[in-house]
């Protein structure tokens, strides 16, 4: 098992940027498939970007391409999302998750962390 926790995040204006971290524990880091995803408010949750084992694969939603950057540093059992260019409709609570194969769907992944709420402001 993979214990993860998420940090970085609060409040932005429109055009600002944030980095986010989650620390993962428990288990063989690099094991693991690292993704990151956002919820907002009476939405469903939605895939933003993963990062495969060693970080040689990267796949990104359309919606963030360009503006979002995710990397990996298995020596630190840590995963990062650096969000530039960030818009209000990037408002949502982020949360990193673990799986041990490659995936984009929400429900194929296993482990989770417990969230960090990110608000831009216009």
Known sequence: QVQLVESGGGLVQA???LRLSCAASGDTFSKYVM???RQAPG??????????WTGGSLYYADSVK???TISRDNAKNTVYLQMNSL???????YYCAADRGWSV????????????Q???SS
């Open 15 to 17: 055009g600002g940027s």
């Open 35 to 37: 993704g990151w995803f």
């Open 43 to 52: 939405k469903e949750r939605e895939f933003v970007v993963a990062i495969s």
């Open 66 to 68: 360009g503006r979002f």
């Open 87 to 93: 818009k209000p409709e990037d408002t949502a609570v």
């Open 105 to 116: 769907e929400v429900t194929r992944y296993k482990y989770w962390g417990q969230g960090t």
């Open 118 to 120: 990110v608000t831009v």
